[in-house]
């Protein structure tokens, strides 16, 4: 009896770390607490000094978080050299004076710090939720009545500002834009989980009855990363909700995109196997907070999935969370799927990168419209 109890024991210490790690990376995948790394920085002259990381060194303008509360916001310009530890890149503006002294900072794709970079008059408004609740949204209307509505969907683990680089362009191509917030996401309705996009797509579907109640003719979508999820997903169950779809760096096969998380970090590939399992399990994925399992099968739009609206997908190559190799498998034999490769960018900043691709193809998207709706 008393071996008995020893190996029980063993057998505990030796599995618990183990189960510790794939609730840990179950988490990973459907937590929704923001992970922005903090890094030191310092202002040089009119240049800000960052340690060199694949994700300083990039080309392209992109934000600065900082503050005691990371309440104020720089936008960082071109690179201007670097040594191999620290990069030296130009400060374009920024929301308070910049510390010429160290400072703890989180570096962002945001370029704007706020909706009023865009409109001064942009709109605070709440969408009513099927289940008695509301979301918050930012409303940017355009000049004149009758043309489509673009809603902005962000991605999971952070907010609206992402899709404020999308926002502009809709801006420019004169239409209104309402860029909402979904449970779980960001600064949206709180959920202690995501589901990917299986429960979420009826906050996307309640924006869009609300922006047909406020008399959009039309509604077009871009979603960015989890955001393409929670349209596609939509668009399983109501596919004529949406008339136009963009998507960015999206989320088109969760199965796949898990196992290169894990890759990634440099652990077993078996592990992913294991992190599914949990979660698509009735009864583990409860010791995860999910209420009901995520069906990985349901969530793969790269196999037997049609889309019978016009689509655009812009995506890079450099793209190391979700691989490029998702998107030309979504659009593989779909003829209204148009994908726009941009230069090479990390996860979700290609309007970062190469923004003037970003720019012309998402304006051609918005003004080839149906002859009713142009201006």
């Known amino acids: 009896m008393i071996p008995a109890i020893i190996v029980a024991a063993a057998l505990a210490m030796v599995l618990a770390p183990i189960a510790l790690l794939i609730r840990a990376l179950a988490l990973r995948v459907v937590g929704v607490r923001p992970r922005r790394k903090v890094i030191t920085a310092r202002r040089v002259g009119e240049t800000i000094e960052l340690p060199e990381t694949p994700l300083t060194a990039v080309p392209g303008n992109y934000g600065l978080w900082f503050g005691q509360e990371f309440e104020h916001h720089a936008l960082v310009g071109a690179v201007v ?32 710090s706020s909706p009023a970079e865009i409109d001064p008059n942009w709109e605070d408004v709440t969408v009513p939720l099927r289940d008695g609740t509301s979301a918050p949204a930012w409303l940017f209307r355009a000049a004149g009545q009758g043309k489509p509505w673009v809603i902005h969907v962000q991605g999971i683990r952070t907010s609206r500002l992402v899709t404020l680089r999308s926002v502009a362009v809709a801006r420019d191509a004169g239409l209104t834009s309402l860029v909402i917030t979904y449970r779980g996401a960001g600064d949206g309705p709180a959920a202690p989980v995501s589901y990917l996009g299986q429960r979420e797509w009826t906050d996307l579907a309640d924006a869009i009855a609300y922006a047909r109640s406020q008399g959009a003719p039309a509604v077009y979508v871009v979603a960015w990363s989890m955001g393409a999820g929670v349209a596609l997903e939509l668009l399983r169950h109501q596919p004529t909700a949406i008339d136009r779809l963009a998507l960015v760096a999206p989320a088109t096969n969760w199965r796949r995109i898990v196992t290169q998380g894990v890759a990634r970090a440099g652990l077993p590939r078996f592990l992913a196997r294991i992190v599914i399992w949990v979660l698509e399990s009735p009864v583990a994925s409860k010791m995860i907070g999910l209420r009901s399992p995520i069906d990985f099968d349901r969530l793969d739009w790269t196999h037997d999935h049609t889309v019978n609206l016009p689509t655009l997908v812009l995506h890079s190559a450099g793209d190391e969370e979700i691989p490029f190799e998702l998107t030309t498998d979504f659009a593989r034999g779909k003829g209204n799927v148009s994908v726009v490769e941009t230069a090479k960018a990390q996860h979700g900043w290609e309007a970062n990168a190469d923004p003037d691709v970003f720019r012309t193809a998402l304006t051609s998207w918005f003004r080839s419209r149906e002859p009713e709706w142009s201006p």
């Open 81 to 112: 050299r670097s040594d191999g530890q620290h990069v030296v890149r130009r400060l374009v503006k920024s929301t308070t004076p910049v510390p010429t002294e160290a400072f703890d900072a989180q570096w962002t794709g945001h370029v704007m």
